[in-house]
């Protein structure tokens, strides 16, 4: 049974940078897609980052292309999600969720019909003013 645990959150002050690491608590990372999505009290859970189950394929949200970027270590079994030139509305638990997709080279920042089934715990990230 897989379960991610992320790392990487914390405070830091708007224009600075963060990384976060999806990694297996238990079980293997090996044949899921990951992404990762942050949730602000309020407002819908909203679709980051994604990576295919090899690395393949990768997909950003538009709110946060060219300051965020997603990366994927096969052999270290982490999905790292590198958060640079930060703003105050990126504040957010961010989690990272897995998708069973084998031979899938896609992913989606869409958890449409509960599509990620594995979430990991979150990671609480503020930026400040």
């Known amino acids: 049974q897989l379960q991610l645990v992320e790392s990487g959150g914390g405070l830091v002050h708007a224009g600075g940078s963060l990384r976060l690491s999806c990694e297996a608590s238990e079980g293997t990372l090996e044949d899921y897609a990951i992404a990762w999505f942050r949730q602000v009290p309020g407002k819908e859970k909203e679709g980051v980052a994604c990576?295919?189950?090899?690395?393949?394929?990768?997909s950003v949200a538009a709110s946060v292309k060219g300051r965020f970027t997603i990366s994927r270590d096969i052999v270290k079994q982490t999905v790292y999600l590198q958060m640079n030139s930060l703003k105050p509305e990126d504040t957010g638990v961010y989690y990272c969720?897995?998708?069973?997709?084998?031979?899938?080279?896609?992913?989606?920042?869409?958890?449409?019909?509960?599509?990620?089934?594995?979430w990991g715990q979150g990671a609480q990230v503020t930026v400040s003013s």
């Open positions: 969720a897995a998708w069973w997709a084998p031979n899938v080279g896609i992913c989606s920042t869409v958890d449409r019909n509960g599509l990620y089934n594995v």
């Open positions: 990576v295919s189950y090899d690395a393949s394929s990768t």
